[in-house]
């Protein structure tokens, strides 16, 4: 079993930054693709980021792009979201999450997904 702890996140203003950290335990993820997904009041959860096992490529919903840095560092088991000029939109309850699928794919739809942090509330205020 594995369970996934967030951190980071909360509120901030319009252009500015939060990162979020996702530490992985129980089971270690440091091979899995993960993602980050968030979910906007009235919408459904989408996947923002997403990683392979190795963190070598990455693949980014068009809202976010240029904005949005998902990394990881597997020696540690924690992945992050670098959140840069924020925009109200961009408020919603942000998610990690790890696949059981093979390192070198990338998730990119909600139910690819099969562990998931606990999420927390992102507020961008305009």
């Known amino acids: 079993q594995v369970q996934l702890v967030e951190s980071g996140g909360g509120w901030v203003q319009a252009g500015g930054s939060l990162r979020r950290s996702c530490a992985a335990s129980g089971r270690t993820c440091s091979s899995n693709p993960m993602g980050w997904l968030r979910q906007a009041p009235g919408k459904e959860r989408v996947v923002g980021a997403a990683?392979?096992?190795?963190?070598?490529?990455?693949r980014y919903t068009d809202s976010v792009k240029g904005r949005f840095s998902i990394s990881r560092n597997n020696a540690e088991d924690t992945v992050y979201l670098q959140m840069n000029s924020l925009k109200p939109e961009d408020t919603a309850v942000y998610y990690c999450?790890?696949?059981?699928?093979?390192?070198?794919?990338?998730?990119?739809?909600?139910?690819?997904?099969?562990?998931w942090g606990q999420g927390t509330q992102v507020t961008v205020s305009s």
């Open positions: 990683s392979t096992g190795s963190g070598r490529s990455t």
């Open positions: 999450a790890a696949s059981l699928a093979d390192r070198w794919l990338l998730r990119v739809g909600r139910d690819e997904y099969d562990y």
